[in-house]
Every structure is written in structure tokens, then in C-alpha cells.
């Protein structure tokens, strides 16, 4: 399988199964908007849930906020987006494509894909610049005083709120600001399906300092991201840290890590953990007029606080668990021929299905009645799916793909210890199917929550 087959079967098996749908696509869709289904929803709660409660509830140095997406249009003077959040492009005269000029070496040109915008007899224009804010207006007129944008990022309203979340939380520095929530940049191009869109989410951290701390914290807080992604099965070894150099850093951070994953499409950022000194505070003081300085009790003094700010997407962190968990395997079919397996192996704690449920034979009315007994049970603790359409084994390799960790079949076996009464031996069991190994064991109803609560937790 070459990489570039690999992105092509996650793409449409996101389509397939209900992960991700081109946005308006019964109208020719929009390019670079994504609509997430019915897995795919499931999938990016999950992870919105383990980040938020890595950082919020196991910790006690950062509390949450969920700030609007319109903010004063000065915000964004303060913060230099307006005037400074831009990119430069080209575009080819002979294709009429349009390309990042920072990209053209990452890009293909569209009539000759083996070669880069340029390089291909098609001559480019002179760079041009483009300010990637999507504008709107707040009121009736759309008139230069009513103008505003649409956020591109998350950390400003943390900013802007530091001194209220601060005094009404009684926090103590250090401490952090977390929220998860939706950003929108004008692309000049959007691609690699959900990695780089113009509407995306956020995870993003803001986490204050005394100024003379930042090199220890930002040291501090890759190692906290690098566990958790691991928390989610993405291993250690797949995340490759890259120590951004001066010249591309930001130009308010002292420092920055990328934290990249190999994408289908190359080595891409994952999740950025940047030193942006004291200079967002800074600004919304000086533009605001109110003062945004913290008296350290410890150190008897006042200053601005530093910030360590680990920003990262959800919608890469969902392409990269693709990435991560998509596999094939060939396996024996029920009568013995060889068959494709695809499968998601997830990590049971973010897999978007936790258990399915399946009666062995749907024309039999008791073990229907009882599948539908255990699925009332378990849908209380896990997010389950029952399914008694077509043969068994059809059925877990439905659940397979899409991830499903677990699965339970009521059978005959399970019938008999309900008609006799008996809770010992193989009675009143059903049996648990494990997706990795296809393993199977037997296991008793009144059990099966707390056997399946163990391994997914």
C-alpha cells in the first residue's frame, strides 16, 4: 500500500462509514469545509473529553473558558492579526491554480502531478499578499465601523478575559486557561482533506507564568502533551519533536516546539507549544487601556505575566488517529476462504462505538428480546450500537471497521441459563469479541458491565 492509497482509504472510508462528508455537497460542496457524521462526531467528542478533562480535571492549576467567536474588532488590532496574519501567493498562468508560496515545494501542480508549481512549464506571478481573517459585520450595515472577523484562534479571548477568569477563579500563578473551539482562516489552499481547512477546532492552552520561568514550562509542557497523545494511541515514537528555529518561529515567542506526526502527505505539525512571552498581555494593555500587570505574593512584586500556550487542532488529531489506527488484514471468512479485514484499532478510551450488540439469529424472538435487554443495560455506561441485520460475521466486520473495540452476541447458550435459571458455568453468559485478536470469551450479563468498564478504561 503506497502512502498516497493510504490517505485515499481513509477518505473514503470516513465517507462511507459516517466520519467526515464534504460540507454542502449536494450543492458541489465548498472547498475546505468539512461536516463530520455520526462516527465522526462521536470520534472528535471523544477527543475534545480527554483533553479537557487532562487539563481541567486532573489538574488544579487550570480552569476553562469558552469565549465567543465575535470579539471587538480592537482585539484584533491589539493582537497584530489584522495588520500582520497573512500569507503570500502566487498563481500559474497556464493551469490558473493557486498556491502558498511557502507551499510550492509541498505542492503538486494539477496537470502534471510528478512536478511542483514551476517546475512544470507553467510560469507563476509575482507573489501577492493576502490577510487570511474572515471578515463580517455587526448589525444592520455593513459599514467600516461595524466591521469585525470571524476568530482565528482561540487564545485571544483568554487573553482579553485573563484578569476576570483570574479574580473570579482565585487562581495563583502559575495557572492555565483552557478551551476548545472553533477558529476560521481564509485558506488561499486548503488541502490534505481535514488537515488544513478553513474552518477548524481548537484545543488550546494559555498557561501564565512569572516571567523569568518560560524555558522551564515549555520543557515542562511538551513532555505533558507527548503523554497524553500517547493516552490516545498514538505512540511516542510517531511524534517527532522539532525545535522550530528563530527564523520561523512567531515573532513574540522565544521558543517553539512543533510536535509532528507523519501524515500520508509528509511529516506535518501536529500540535505547536510556543514561549509567547509576556507580548499578548502586553498589547491588550497598552490598546485597552486597563492593566492586565499580577501582584506575586510570593515575590512581593508586580509584573505581566508570561505565557507557555500548547495550541492544538482537533481536526489533525482525528486525521493522525486515522492515520494511526487504520489497518488491513487478510483473514479466514466463515466458510473458510480468504477474505480483507479492514480495521480501526482505536484505542478503546476514544473509540467513537465502545460495544456492539448482536442476536445471532434475528428470527428467533427470545434471543432477540434479550440482545435488546443487554443492549438497555449497556447503552447506560457506554455508547453501543445494536445490530442484528445479516450474518454474524458481516456484522463484526462492520463494527471492525468503524473500530468498535468490543463486541457482545447473545446466542442459544445465553437462552438457557435464563429458561433454567441458573447463573453458573457457561449459563446466562453471552460471548465478548474481541476487535485486535478475535478472541472470545464468555462472559456473565450480570458482569459484563464492569468486564467491559475494565478494559476500556
Known amino acids: 500500500m503506497t502512502e498516497l492509497t493510504l ?125 487570511l481573517l474572515f471578515k463580517t459585520y455587526v448589525g444592520p450595515l455593513e459599514e467600516e465601523s461595524t466591521l469585525t472577523y470571524l476568530r482565528p484562534e482561540t487564545a485571544q479571548s483568554i487573553f482579553v478575559q485573563f484578569k476576570n477568569v483570574l479574580e473570579s477563579s482565585r487562581m495563583k500563578i502559575p495557572f492555565g486557561i483552557a478551551q476548545i473551539g472553533k477558529a476560521f482562516r481564509n485558506e488561499v489552499n486548503p488541502r490534505n482533506f481535514i488537515f488544513r481547512s478553513r474552518e477548524f477546532e481548537q484545543m488550546e492552552l494559555e498557561y501564565f507564568i512569572p516571567p523569568d520561568t518560560g524555558f522551564q514550562y515549555i520543557e515542562e509542557w511538551k513532555e505533558q502533551r507527548i503523554l497524553w497523545y500517547e493516552s490516545i494511541g498514538i505512540p511516542r515514537a510517531h511524534i517527532h519533536v522539532r525545535d522550530v528555529p528563530e527564523e520561523e518561529r512567531a515573532f513574540y515567542s522565544k521558543k517553539t516546539y512543533d510536535l509532528e506526526y507523519d501524515f500520508p502527505f509528509g511529516r506535518q505539525e501536529l500540535e505547536g507549544i510556543a514561549y509567547r512571552t509576556d507580548f499578548d498581555l502586553k498589547q491588550h494593555a497598552t490598546f485597552s487601556g486597563k492593566s492586565l500587570e499580577y501582584y506575586d505574593e510570593e515575590r512581593k512584586c508586580k509584573y505581566i505575566p508570561h505565557v507557555v500556550e500548547p495550541s492544538a487542532g482537533v481536526d489533525r488529531t482525528l486525521l493522525a488517529l486515522l492515520c494511526e489506527a487504520y489497518r488491513e488484514e487478510e483473514v479466514l471468512g466463515e466458510k473458510g476462504e480468504k477474505e480483507k479485514r479492514v480495521v480501526l484499532g482505536f484505542s478503546p478510551r476514544i473509540a467513537p462505538i465502545k460495544v456492539g450488540i448482536f442476536p445471532l439469529l434475528k428470527n428467533k424472538i427470545d434471543i432477540v428480546s434479550k440482545a435488546k435487554e443487554v443492549f438497555r443495560l449497556l ?79
Open 7 to 131: 490517505l485515499e482509504k481513509i477518505v473514503a472510508l470516513c465517507k462511507r462509514r459516517g466520519f467526515v462528508f464534504p460540507s454542502s455537497e449536494i450543492y458541489g460542496g465548498i472547498n475546505g469545509v468539512w461536516d463530520y457524521g455520526p462516527l465522526g462526531a462521536e470520534l472528535k467528542n471523544n477527543i475534545k473529553m480527554s483533553w479537557w478533562k487532562a487539563m481541567t480535571q486532573l489538574r488544579t492549576d487550570v480552569v476553562g473558558l469558552d469565549g465567543s467567536i465575535l470579539m471587538n474588532r480592537e482585539v484584533w488590532k491589539a493582537s497584530s492579526h489584522e495588520e500582520q496574519f497573512a500569507d503570500w501567493f502566487v498563481d500559474c498562468k497556464l493551469c490558473h491554480a493557486r498556491f502558498r508560496l511557502d507551499h510550492l515545494k509541498e505542492s503538486a501542480c494539477p496537470l502534471h502531478p510528478s512536478k511542483h508549481p514551476g517546475d512544470c512549464g507553467g510560469e507563476l506571478t509575482e507573489p501577492r499578499r493576502f490577510n
Open 379 to 457: 447503552q447506560k455506561h457506554f455508547k453501543s450500537f445494536y445490530d442484528e441485520s445479516g450474518a454474524i460475521g458481516r456484522r463484526y466486520r462492520r463494527m471492525d471497521e468503524i473500530g468498535t473495540p468490543f463486541c457482545v452476541t447473545i446466542d442459544f447458550e445465553t437462552l438457557e441459563g435464563v429458561r433454567e435459571g441458573a447463573l453458573v458455568g457457561k449459563k446466562n453468559t453471552v460471548t465478548v469479541r474481541y476487535r485486535d485478536s478475535m478472541r472470545q470469551d464468555r462472559v456473565m450479563i450480570e458482569e459484563l458491565v464492569d468486564f467491559l468498564r475494565e478494559k476500556i478504561e
